[in-house]
């Protein structure tokens, strides 16, 4: 019989929830956790700023937008949010990278990203 491998954060604990007033995350249960089926890798936990929002809705991803069928209440600023880990890099190189928390941000983001620029954004230190 196979052990389900724990999900781990980037600070190598027990990953937390990203939120629990949204169904966020690839499997919209409020973590940040993936699959390889999860081409966007939804595995950033961030909070939304404003002009994080208004840089990903110029990029082609409202997020600001209610949309009912999808059960997508939309975001505003403040929220927290799983997001794909190559947006949170194209707003990071853009200078309008949201805040991350750190213990809800899974584990392979690390695949991405330094842990080191995880911190300068992180919402807890």
């Known amino acids: ?13 027990p990953l937390q929830s990203c939120c ?10 409020g973590f940040c956790r993936t699959e390889e089926d999860d ?8 909070m939304m700023t404003k002009e994080f ?3 990903s809705f110029s990029q082609g991803n409202d997020l600001m937008t209610p949309r ?6 939309g975001l ?8 794909c880990v190559l947006r949170w890099i194209e707003a990071l190189e853009a200078g ?23 911190k300068k954004y992180a919402l807890f230190s």
């Open 20 to 29: 629990g007033t949204h169904r966020t995350g690839y499997y919209r249960d």
């Open 68 to 73: 009912p069928l999808n059960e997508f209440p």
């Open 53 to 55: 929002l208004e840089f």
């Open 39 to 46: 081409l966007g890798r939804h595995v950033v936990c961030a």
């Open 1 to 13: 019989m196979s052990e389900k491998k724990e999900n781990l954060n980037v600070l190598g604990g």
């Open 96 to 118: 309008k990278a949201p805040p991350v928390d750190l213990l809800a941000t899974h584990e392979s983001t690390l695949e991405f990203i330094l842990l080191e620029d995880l």
């Open 76 to 83: 505003k600023e403040g929220d927290q949010w799983c997001l």
